[in-house]
Every structure is written in C-alpha cells, then in structure tokens.
C-alpha cells in the first residue's frame, strides 16, 4: 500500500494571506504527481501533472514545486481569495504507470 | 466538448442488492478510471480500464467489477451490498496513460440502506 500524505489535512486563511501545503509520497518508482482542486458540490479539476524533480508550476495565484528525491511537493496559494476555497488533492503515479494513489486532502477554507 | 457524465446522479439501494453506476468518457479518451469516497475518507482507487480491458484493480472484493464498452463507456457493477458501500463513486477519464491528467465526472452519491 503506497503512502501519500498531506498536512495540513485542514486550514483557514484571512483572504489577502499566501498559503502552502504539503504533499508527501514514496520517494522511489515515481512516474508522476498531479494536483487536483475539488470545489463544493462539483468534480476535481486537475491544477498540476509534474513529472521532473525540480519542476515548477504556476497557474494565476497558484503555484508547485516537486522534489522527487525526497519525495514531497508543496502547493502555493498566493493572496489567497474565497474562491480559492476548496479541498486539493494530490495524487501520486508509479513507476509501473499502472496505479494513482490519492492523498487525503487539504481543506482550504479562505476568510474574508 | 462534453465533459465526463455519469449516470445516476443518486442511487438508493437495500443491503443484499446489486447496484449498477456507468460512465462515459470524454470523446476521445480511452481509460476510465473509478473511484470511492466514502465519508470521512479520501479518494480510493477502484479499477482501470483502457481500450475495454481491465487494466489494475485497487483494495477492494471481488463483488466491485465493472468493464468497458467498444465505445469506452463503462459500467461499475457492486454485488451483495453493504451498509459500508454507500460512498460518493467517481469517474475519470483520460486520452490513455495513467500519467495524463483526469478528467472528473460529476460522480453517483450511492447509499445502501
């Protein structure tokens, strides 16, 4: 059983604050690592699919890095917004290519 | 372009009974992935299927099967429900390998009463 973990598993943030998360995973048979944001009451959208340690990747507010020899990536959250609420998901792909393991999540709850 | 649908949106079943969830992918796309969330917990791998085989399985019996049609749509078949089987059920699809990233159906809320 592969573990993939995320912490927090929940946070709140003042809207205007930046924010990370962490996602941690087998450092070894790494294929792949997706970012996923599951909003309320809708499916997830993925954010991110990194596949090179060192990557860096940014979509508007939101960024990742990746750091397969250690097997972590964070999930940034610049200026954070209300509509950043949501729960993220990462997901980890083997070596094998042939099984997605889902971490728990962390819920983003922004304040305004 | 239509996004992933799944049918039905909610599903109300006895203990004992056999629930059918389907799918349909994204044109185009080849593999159909299926996920549990039951409640307090995350996404559970359930099964894989490209180009209509059966391609991994996740932690889950035998009574959870499915298969995949020549036209890529899929169904999720549960046997001999239980109590434990009411979850929210996911579909994905993506245009071939695993690696690509997945696109979401709006999933079947499944509760086994």
Same mark, same amino acid.
């Given at each position: 059983?592969?573990?993939? #973990?995320?912490?927090?598993?929940? &946070?709140? $943030?003042? #809207? ?13 048979? !790494? ?5 996923? %944001? ?10 991110? *699919?990194?596949? +090179? =340690?060192?990557?860096e /990747?940014?979509?508007g ?5 990746? =750091?397969? /020899? ?8 610049? @200026? ?8 993220? +998901? ?6 094998? @290519? ?8 962390? %819920?983003?709850? $922004? /304040?305004? | 372009?239509?996004? *992933? ?9 006895? %203990?004992?009974?056999?629930?059918? +969830? ?14 549990q ?5 995350? &996404? ?7 180009e ?6 996740? =932690? !889950? ?5 499915? %298969?995949?049609?020549? =036209? ?5 078949? $549960?046997?001999?429900?239980? +109590?434990?089987?009411?979850?929210l ?6 245009? @071939? ?15 086994? &009463?």
């Amino acid at each position: 059983i592969l573990n993939v #973990e995320q912490s927090p598993q929940s &946070l709140h $943030v003042q #809207e205007g604050d930046s924010t990370n998360f962490t996602c941690s995973f087998p450092s070894s048979n !790494f294929y792949a690592l997706h970012w996923y %944001r599951w909003e309320t009451a809708k499916s997830p959208e993925a954010l991110f *699919v990194m596949t +090179l =340690n060192g990557d860096e /990747k940014k979509k508007g507010r939101i960024s990742a890095t990746l =750091n397969t /020899k250690e097997g972590y990536s964070y999930l940034y959250i610049k @200026g954070s917004q209300p509509e950043d609420s949501a729960t993220y +998901l990462c997901a980890f792909i083997t070596a094998a @290519g042939n099984k997605l393991t889902f971490g728990g999540g962390t %819920r983003v709850l $922004v /304040k305004p | 372009e239509a996004g *992933v649908t799944q049918s039905p949106t909610h599903l109300i079943k006895t %203990r004992g009974q056999q629930a059918t +969830l389907r799918c349909s992918p994204i044109s185009g796309h080849t593999s159909v992935y299926w996920y549990q969330q039951a409640l307090g917990l995350g &996404l559970q791998f359930l099964l894989w299927y490209d180009e209509g085989e059966e391609r991994n399985r996740g =932690n !889950f019996p035998p009574r959870f099967s499915g %298969r995949q049609f020549p =036209n890529y749509s899929s169904e999720l078949n $549960v046997n001999a429900l239980e +109590l434990e089987d009411s979850a929210l059920y996911l579909c994905a699809s993506t245009p @071939g390998h695993i690696g690509n990233e997945q696109f979401f159906g709006p999933g079947t809320r499944l509760t086994v &009463l």
